[in-house]
């Protein structure tokens, strides 16, 4: 993605801090913040100068354990809870400046947001649940229900318009949370541990199909998650959040390759890593000199996809980039080292 | 020492064993102040609440005011002109239904004139057929719940009807179809206003606190000053009496709403009006509707109560009837308001669990064929009703309406019975109430009256010190010496010791019948549903049966205060022991328990928290209806206030008498919360 265009969401220097003297305590230190002596005060830090940006059309994963600020992060950025301090910018707006009736405007136009437990009106039908956003705004019940049934249609609940939010499964309420979310097509998409109320199989299938929905939709999407595997499943880039620090931003591969902290490195040592890397990740480097097989394989596949192809060939395997080129080699040795040896002993290439 | 530290009863037994000296050193002779706290300036309190109230009627902010009527300019106050306003519209609603249950004039009057109505014959509205009304009721149930509530409700207003009772049991719901909507109404946006704002919470609690703990008498007296007397009157003094529960339970739904949803409403771009409307409040809707049904039960309690000041209907009926003794009729007027309170919670608690069909895309007629039966129904019994007026021009129109003297009647059934009752059992009751009195009544009654006012204060506060250290202490010896300080120690001694002793025969009562019950699902689930039942029926209602059996007495008041107290205990208790977690019982089945051990070792201290709020609700309860038992005759604090109802400068006095009650309530209330809720935190169940 290209850094010239202006970021949809950009954080700098953001603080949430918890507790009666927090906002007393900055304003005294002349708007600087000072955690230890905030700590000291008794206040609870939630985020702790987090600064990034999501660009356009991009799957921001905010990932980290339960107490980890990550629920506290989206919810400043959704401006559901004040900011202490810092700056936020929705398309170069300043979020934390707008008064009620734009912050509502914004609401009702630029963004959707699912919940962890659903949170779907239990007295409403799928149907009305859906068409809640569309309904505030002021559209017709016959538009706003057109729109709502497109919606029942894209996350395929078609059939049970009529149903009650307690009538249904886990899975088919957080497909209605998803379809209430997405109603206003909005172009800015929150999602605070959507998937993380269902069980492990439902949870896969619900990936699956959020994963569907977005190369459709193409949102630039804040995501949150506590379950590394789904972080490095869907995500472009992952910011792992510790005690409120977001201690690496980057995208999946490389966070596996370098995890920047001893904290990160725990969450990437049990990942199976032929599952997540691709093959330029590990490649070895290429010169015309070699005996190559008459096999090739693409830098952009799963290692685990083409490692048994490649483990049966004698001959070193060229890895090519999306012209046919051929960019780097891959042999069994290096395959035979990523699927078994040590997690340390990696060739990095990038 | 560290053993007396660690066990509160220890402590306890110290404390009881320095008030037994305190009581036994404080002669009333010589006591002074120590004994009963001598005439201070605060008694002059009840005067000052006078003053102070009747400054706000006479004397503050006057403005003038155009008579159009009499064509001149008056002086009057804010205060004046907002009452009479009030009054006006809440009569005009009260008769508007009325006429249209029963006919009149009144309504057609309020847009004319009564030179129109004498002028012209037709210009009245014409009461409802009363197989109408009834089918009616059948439809709504049938609508509403199925067809057990459907007939339930056809056949109690078959009864009303056929017993003679239509006009005054349809008064009676014209006061309550108008007192019910303004107490909702009023309940929810105090309570969505509380919601929104902590400081209107924090200000509103205590008030909430003491309105719910007065007595129904105490509420009579300022509204009577205020707004006069009359069936207006009555309703408003009721609307007063039903909010606070509404506004509670209006509350503690909005509060419960999952913090998640509301913030899917913020993100789905509500504005706050939207947020409240849309979402909070549907959301809360259960616990809402609860309070809906809650004060349509409170609405009939003191529909009888205000009778006292104004109110037709059933009540004034009963009211009537029990002071001629009359118990035949007094027991037939029971049952009718029983039905019609029974019928009204049975219907706004199936609407409450009601849902709506969006399922079904029904046809006009199909989707209104309620509201189509019912009109044509209304017209062919109108056209009987018509047709028979016309047939026999003479005879009562039995299908039409039925007066009192053409109902049906057991009157004289109940008569013979109570006086088979009397004659045949008066030996043994007249022994029984003797004994009583004498051996237990008054012997009880003269040992609470020997105890101090010292000794007491620090009975008080010692106990509050045990159960929930300085704060409480405060809490409740303020609460005790306001009562002190006013003329009425004594009495309010009279009322403690009807209380004690009503509260420990029902807490016995109770929960032993609660312990039973619980050993069978089956008994469980009748006896809740006899409490349910039991708890419909107004409290005027149970000074009946008990004056039918044991004539009029202190031990008849003492008797319909069990009954109607026992019913919190015997609920709370079924309800704590069946509500003990499962993987407790389980962790207890596995350990090898016998049934008694299961009983005593797991669920009893597991329930006992919630049996202690039990026994709190018992108190209420308790004092409630002793209050309402002076209409006998006692001589407690109630019959002071039922005296200050008929004073002209009543009003402070009453207002301050109902207070001493409510303290008493509030200092228990006070007391047994505090302990449950650290008891539960100990027990992990909070």
Redesign the interface.
């Known amino acids: 993605m290209s850094t010239s265009t202006q970021p949809v969401i950009k954080c700098e220097s953001v603080y949430k801090i918890f507790g009666e003297n927090a906002a007393r305590i900055i304003e005294q230190s002349g708007g600087k913040v000072e955690t230890a002596a905030l700590l000291e005060a008794g206040c609870v830090i939630g985020v702790n100068n987090a600064s990034f940006e999501v660009h356009e059309g991009e799957l921001l994963v905010v990932m980290g354990l339960s107490g980890s600020g990550k629920s506290t992060l989206l919810?400043c950025i959704?401006r559901?809870i004040e900011t202490t301090a810092g700056n936020i910018h929705i398309d170069g707006d300043d979020l934390l400046a707008m008064n009620?009736k734009e912050l509502?405007?914004i609401?009702?136009?630029k963004?959707?947001?699912v919940?962890?437990?659903?949170?779907?009106?239990?007295?409403?039908?799928v149907?009305?649940n859906i068409a809640?956003?569309l309904q505030?705004?002021g559209m017709s019940t016959s538009d706003s229900m057109d729109r709502a049934l497109d919606m029942v249609n894209l996350v395929e609940l078609a059939g049970r318009e009529?149903y009650?939010p307690r009538q249904l499964s886990g899975g088919q309420q957080q497909r209605v949370?998803i379809a209430?979310?997405l109603a206003?097509e909005p172009d800015i998409w929150?999602l605070d541990e959507p998937f993380s109320a269902l069980d492990p199989l439902i949870r896969r299938e619900m990936q699956d199909e959020f994963l569907r929905i977005q190369s459709a939709l193409k949102k630039t999407i804040l995501f949150v998650t506590h379950d590394f595997d789904e972080a490095i499943r869907l995500a472009d880039r992952i910011a792992i959040m510790k005690d409120g620090v977001i201690e690496q931003i980057d995208t999946p591969a490389n966070i596996i390759l370098s995890p920047a902290t001893e904290y990160v490195a725990r969450f990437t040592r049990e990942v199976p890593r032929e599952r997540v890397l691709s093959c330029q990740t590990i490649m070895g480097k290429y010169d015309d000199s070699q005996d190559m097989s008459d096999l090739t394989v693409s830098q952009e596949a799963i290692i685990e996809s083409v490692a048994k192809p490649i483990l049966t060939q004698q001959k070193p395997v060229g890895v090519t980039d999306s012209e046919g080129e051929i960019v780097g080699v891959l042999n069994s040795k290096i395959m035979a080292n990523v699927l078994f040896g040590d997690a340390n002993s990696l060739p990095v290439n990038n | 020492m560290q053993y007396f530290i660690k066990h509160k009863w220890a402590q306890f037994a110290v404390l009881l064993a320095v008030f037994y000296v305190l009581a036994t050193v404080i002669d009333p002779a010589t006591g002074g102040n120590w004994w009963r706290i001598q005439e201070t300036r605060f008694w002059l309190l009840p005067d000052v609440v006078n003053n102070a109230l009747r400054f706000l009627i006479d004397d503050f902010w006057v403005v003038d005011v155009y008579d159009s009527e009499l064509d001149i300019t008056e002086e009057s106050t804010v205060v004046k002109e907002f009452t009479r306003t009030v009054s006006g519209v809440v009569l005009f609603s009260i008769n508007l239904i009325r006429e249209l249950l029963l006919g009149g004039v009144k309504t057609v009057v309020a847009f004319t004139s009564w030179e129109f109505i004498s002028e012209h014959k037709w210009a009245r509205i014409p009461a409802l057929p009363w197989p109408a009304v009834a089918a009616g009721a059948f439809i709504v149930g049938h609508c509403l719940g199925g067809r057990n509530l459907s007939v339930l409700a056809g056949a109690s207003t078959i009864y009303i009807a056929v017993f003679g009772q239509w006009t005054p049991a349809m008064q009676t719901l014209s006061f309550v179809l108008v007192a019910v909507p303004i107490s909702c109404f009023l309940g929810l946006m105090l309570g969505a206003i509380a919601y929104k704002s902590k400081a209107f919470e924090t200000i509103l609690a205590p008030l909430l606190n003491v309105a719910q703990s007065m007595p129904h008498f105490a509420y009579l007296i300022p509204v009577v000053i205020f707004f006069g007397i009359g069936d207006h009157a009555g309703a408003i003094s009721t609307v007063i009496f039903a909010t606070p529960p509404m506004i509670r339970l209006t509350l503690l739904g909005l509060k419960k709403v999952p913090p998640e949803v509301l913030e899917a409403g913020t993100m789905s771009g509500c504005n706050s009006r939207q947020l409240m409307f849309r979402v909070l409040i549907p959301s809360a809707r259960h616990d809402i509707l609860i309070g809906v049904n809650q004060v349509i039960m409170q609405c009939l309690a003191m529909a009888v109560i205000a009778s006292f000041i104004g109110a037709k209907g059933l009540g004034y009926e009963l009211l009537v009837s029990l002071n001629m003794l009359k118990i035949g009729q007094a027991l037939e007027l029971g049952v009718s308001i029983v039905l019609i309170a029974v019928v009204l919670d049975r219907l706004s608690l199936a609407w409450a669990n009601k849902q709506a069909d969006y399922l079904a895309d029904l046809p006009f007629h199909l989707r209104h064929k309620h509201s189509l039966a019912f009109l044509g129904i209304l017209i062919f019994t109108s056209v009987i009703a018509y047709v028979a007026s016309m047939v026999f021009p003479d005879k009562v129109n039995y299908l039409y309406f039925i007066d009192e003297a053409q109902g049906f009647s057991t009157e004289k059934f109940w008569d013979v019975m109570v006086d088979w009752l009397i004659t045949n059992t008066y030996q043994g009751v007249q022994g029984f109430n003797f004994f009583m009195i004498t051996s237990v009544l008054m012997p009880m009654k003269e040992a609470f009256l020997s105890m101090p006012v010292a000794a007491t204060l620090f009975l008080v506060a010692g106990t509050g010190y045990i159960v929930g250290g300085l704060r409480s202490a405060v809490i409740v010896t303020a609460f005790i010496a306001f009562i002190a300080l006013t003329p009425w120690w004594d009495r309010a001694l009279i009322t403690a010791y009807m209380a004690t002793f009503a509260v420990v025969v029902s807490v016995i009562i109770g929960c032993s019948m609660g312990i039973l019950c619980s050993r069978s699902p089956r008994a469980t689930r009748v006896i809740l549903l006899v409490c349910d039942t039991f708890q419909t029926f107004p409290s005027f209602v149970y000074l009946i049966p008990v004056i039918m059996l044991f004539g009029v007495s202190d031990l008849s008041v003492l008797i319909a205060v069990i009954v109607y107290a026992t019913i919190p205990a015997t609920r709370y208790t079924v309800e704590g022991l069946t509500n003990v977690p499962q993987a407790l019982q389980d962790a207890g089945s596995m350990s090898g328990v016998n049934r008694l051990q299961r009983l005593l070792k797991i669920e009893l201290p597991l329930a006992f928290p919630h049996i202690m709020l039990g026994i709190n609700q018992t108190v209420i309860f308790a004092l409630f209806m002793i209050i309402i038992g002076a209409f006998i005759g006692t001589d407690d604090l109630g019959q002071l206030i039922m005296q200050s109802l008929s004073e002209a400068n009543g009003m402070g006095q009453g207002i301050i008498l109902g207070l001493c009650v409510a303290f008493i309530g509030l200092a228990v209330d006070h007391l047994i919360h505090t302990w449950a809720e650290q008891r539960k935190q100990v027990l992990g169940i909070a």
Do not use: C, W, Y
């Open positions: 919810r959704s559901l009620d509502i405007d609401r009702r136009n963004m959707g947001m919940f962890q437990n659903f949170a779907l009106l239990p007295h409403k039908t149907l009305e809640l956003p505030v705004k009529n009650f949370g209430r979310s206003v929150f």
